[in-house]
């Protein structure tokens, strides 16, 4: 009989994501025998560790995390996290859930230890099935609430969702277009496919995230099953 493997996950990034799927943990939607949290300001891993009734370790840097010999890391901090902690990471051939997907745009990392949620959009079977023969067209159309400096800042959080996009798209271009609306209290994002035979219109309206109200939960709830399938597949 095959010995059941001990399941580790790291989660690297305490913020509105991170937390979420520190709470599935906890509520044992995903399950693992034990988390280990990294975030570069220690205060909020230490806040999640006790906001939690799950065993937790807290590692003080990456090192600290890939010593303790996670299965699975979670990135859910910043395209320059991504940046920094991909090649330590999956060299050791831990597997990694990236988040901040934009940092991937026009990099090669040449493993199969990457993974790339859905997000905050979906239908990604569907459009993947049609790149498949050819796209000849695809739009998004990201809408929030807010000014031009607002979009400023809004833009890399964007890219997240564009990336994704683009990546099952290959070899079409995504076109991406912003626009701000005064009116709109959710993060949305509409996107059109032409492709080879038909088109394909999908709407994403998300509840801003209470606690960063630039993340939307889907998000965090696509990485969570994502994590759930990555665990039973083991
Ligand atoms: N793929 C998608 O559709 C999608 C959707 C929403 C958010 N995101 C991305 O996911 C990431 C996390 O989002 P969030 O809403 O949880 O952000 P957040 O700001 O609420 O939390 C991020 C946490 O990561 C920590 N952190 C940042 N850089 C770090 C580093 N280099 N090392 C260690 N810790 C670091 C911060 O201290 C913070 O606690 C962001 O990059 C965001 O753009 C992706």
């Avoid at 990294?38 to 999640?48: E, M, P, R, V």
């Avoid at 031009?148 to 890219?159: C, D, H, L, V, W």
Wanted: positive net charge.
């Amino acid at each position: 009989m095959s010995e059941k493997k001990t399941v580790k996950v790291g989660i690297i990034g305490c913020g509105a994501i991170g937390t979420l799927i520190a709470q599935a943990i906890e509520k044992k939607i995903v399950k693992c025998e034990e988390l280990i949290l990294y975030d570069y300001i220690q205060k909020k891993a230490k806040d999640l560790k006790n906001s939690i009734d799950f065993p937790v370790t807290i590692a003080e840097n990456l090192n600290k995390m890939l010593n303790l010999k996670p299965t699975i890391i979670v990135e859910a901090a910043s395209q320059k996290a991504v940046k920094d902690y991909i090649k330590p990471i999956t060299s050791k051939g831990i597997k990694l859930i990236v988040m901040s997907s934009g940092a991937l745009i026009g990099s090669n990392y040449q493993t199969e230890r990457i993974y790339v949620p859905s997000g905050a959009i979906g239908g990604l079977d569907a459009i993947s099935s049609a790149a498949l023969t050819k796209i000849s067209k695809v739009v998004l159309t990201t809408i929030f609430e807010g000014n031009a400096e607002k979009a400023a800042t809004q833009f890399p959080r964007s890219m997240n969702v564009a990336s994704t996009l683009s990546f099952i798209v290959k070899p079409a271009k995504v076109h991406v277009r912003l626009i701000s609306d005064p009116t709109i209290k959710r993060n949305t994002h509409e996107i059109k496919v032409e492709w080879q035979y038909g088109e394909m219109y999908f709407c994403f309206s998300n509840d801003p995230h209470p606690e960063n109200p630039k993340t939307s939960a889907l998000a965090a709830w696509s990485a969570i099953q994502l994590l759930k399938t990555l665990i039973k597949n083991q």
